[in-house]
C-alpha cells in the first residue's frame, strides 16, 4: 500500500513541478497528512513580483524565487508537525531548515540523476546531514520500481 501511496505522491510532486515558469529547473513539493494532501508548491517568484524569469539573469532569478518546499510550507497555513514532503529535487540546506523547524517528520525524493548530483552533492551531503542530527527521516524514492 506504502508504494502505491508513494508513486501517486512522486507523480502529484511531478505534475506540480511543470507548473513553475523557470526555463532551467521546475521543482514540485506536496506536504501529506495520513496520505492526504496538506499543501502543494513550485519554484517561482512571489505573487505580484514580475514574472521575468527568461530575461532577469542567474544571480537576480536564484534572488527572486521561492523554493517549491518553501511555497508549500507558506500555502500550508497550519502546523505542519508530522506531516511528511514529497520532492522533485532534493531540498537545498535553506529549505532542509525550513522543514526541519515545522515539524516535518519525512522528505521523500525520487533518486536523482547523475547531472544533478554532480552539480548539487555538496548541498545534498549538508542537507542529508541536517536531517539526520534532527531525526527527519529520508526516503529515496525508486521511481521507476513496479512495487
Known amino acids: 500500500m506504502a508504494s502505491k501511496w508513494a508513486k501517486r505522491f512522486v507523480q502529484m510532486a511531478e505534475l506540480v ?3 513553475s515558469k523557470d526555463p532551467s529547473t521546475q521543482v514540485g513539493a506536496v506536504i501529506t497528512e495520513s496520505n492526504r494532501i496538506v499543501s502543494l508548491g513550485f519554484n517561482g517568484y512571489p505573487h505580484g513580483i514580475s514574472d521575468s524569469a527568461e530575461t532577469d539573469n542567474r544571480e537576480m532569478k536564484l ?3 521561492l523554493h517549491a518546499e518553501e511555497n508549500a510550507i507558506l500555502f ?3 502546523d505542519l508537525s508530522a506531516c511528511e ?3 522533485t529535487h532534493f531540498p537545498c540546506p535553506n529549505c532542509a531548515a525550513k522543514i526541519i523547524q515545522t515539524g516535518i517528520t519525512t522528505v521523500h525524493c525520487p533518486e536523482q540523476s ?3 548530483l554532480s552539480r548539487w552533492q555538496d548541498k545534498i ?3 542529508e546531514e541536517m536531517f539526520n542530527q534532527a531525526g527527519v527521516s529520508v526516503d529515496w524514492v525508486a521511481v521507476n520500481s513496479d512495487q
Open 63 to 65: 534572488l527572486k524565487t
Open 125 to 127: 551531503k549538508v542537507s
Open 17 to 19: 513541478a511543470s507548473w
Open 114 to 116: 547523475a547531472d544533478f
Open 76 to 78: 500550508a497555513k497550519r
Open 85 to 87: 514532503i514529497w520532492v
